[in-house]
Structures are given as structure tokens and as C-alpha cells.
């Protein structure tokens, strides 16, 4: 399984950007998948979940704010993110996780402006 995550690049403080994550190699229509993001200088951190239900969970500093969503037709998961801040930079990698673990997207990197 290979993911693919792009979709990120500077953005003003107020912006948005749109993060995909594409699959190749299997299906992850029935995975549990998930954004994680790491700023400089700190550990790697869960921003939002999505089951293969489309149930989904959001880490609190980005309620209200980021949205994820699946398509399966494409075997890709987005990150919608609105009212982008500062403290949002950080490099974004998306992750799936199959009975034999959990696979990794390479990272994108997400820089906002104040």
C-alpha cells in the first residue's frame, strides 16, 4: 500500500487549504484512516480520524475549523482546512491502518503566515 498525501503549501493566517491522501496498491475503503501533523521541535499529533463508516473525530484545536472527509470511488481521504492559524504549520502525513499495521503517506508540508 503506498499513500500519497499532497496539497499543501503557504497560506495567509485565515486561509484554507484542501489535503488529499490517495491510495494505491490496495483499497482502504474499509480502513480506519487519519491525519496526523508534526510542527518543528514537537511530537507527531492525531488532527482528525475517519472510520470506513465515515464516522469521524477531531482533535480539539481543530473543532469547527478542519473537516475530513473519504472518497472511496477514488481510494483518497481529504482534509478540508478553514480559518487556517499560525500554529497550524507543520508537515501533515496521513496514515491507514491495516490488520498488518499502519501505513504512512511521505508528508506535506503546510505553512501558514501571520
Known amino acids: 500500500v503506498q499513500l500519497q498525501a499532497s496539497g499543501g503549501g503557504l497560506v495567509q493566517a485565515g486561509g484554507s487549504l484542501r489535503l488529499s491522501c490517495a491510495a494505491s496498491?490496495?483499497?482502504?475503503?474499509?480502513?480506519?484512516m487519519a491525519w496526523y501533523r508534526q510542527a518543528p521541535g514537537k511530537q507527531r499529533e492525531l488532527v482528525a480520524s475517519?472510520?470506513?463508516?465515515?464516522?469521524?473525530l477531531y482533535a480539539e484545536f481543530v473543532k469547527g475549523r478542519f473537516t475530513v472527509s473519504r472518497d472511496n470511488a477514488k481510494n483518497t481521504m481529504y482534509l478540508q482546512m478553514n480559518s487556517l492559524r499560525p500554529e497550524d504549520t507543520a508537515v501533515y502525513y496521513c496514515?491507514?491502518?491495516?490488520?498488518?499495521?499502519?501505513?504512512w503517506g511521505q508528508g506535506t508540508l503546510v505553512t501558514v503566515s501571520s
Open positions: 496514515a491507514a491502518r491495516f490488520l498488518a499495521g499502519d501505513y
Open positions: 496498491g490496495s483499497s482502504v475503503s474499509t480502513k480506519y
Open positions: 475517519i472510520g470506513s463508516s465515515g464516522g469521524t
